[in-house]
């Protein structure tokens, strides 16, 4: 049986199959496998950092991803209120309503 297509692949695969390969290798295969943080540390980290720089493009994939990685709801609310204030409101407010519409989506119900 043919292995499930990575979620870069579902997404970039079709017209940049090259990044898509790069980022299921390097990024998830090497940078996300390193021993020095946990990958529930990975994503606290990589969520705050996509809070903080406004890039809610790829929020959605990585609130998701951390709650597989370990981190509850609570937590991630937590964070992203503590986030209004180091990283603007407005970010912070954005991503609790990405966070919210998680709890619509049939794969977390």
């Known amino acids: 049986m043919a292995e499930k297509p990575s979620a870069a692949q579902k997404a970039i695969g079709d ?5 898509a390969d790069i980022t299921d290798e390097v990024l998830f295969g090497d940078i996300w496998e390193r021993p020095g943080l946990s990958p ?5 980290v ?7 720089l406004y890039r809610g493009d790829q929020l959605d994939f990585h609130l998701r ?7 509850r ?10 986030l209004a204030f180091y990283a603007g409101w407005p970010n912070a407010m954005g991503a609790l309503g990405k966070l919210k ?9």
Do not use: F, K, Q, W
Not at 101 to 109: D, F, G, I, W, Y
């Open 46 to 52: 990589t969520v705050s950092a996509l809070v903080a």
């Open 101 to 109: 519409a998680l709890r619509a989506t049939p794969e977390n119900s």
């Open 65 to 71: 991803y951390a709650m597989d990685n370990g981190l």
């Open 15 to 19: 017209i940049a199959p090259r990044l």
């Open 73 to 82: 709801e609570d937590e991630l609310v937590e964070a992203l209120t503590h």
């Open 40 to 44: 529930r540390d990975r994503s606290l």
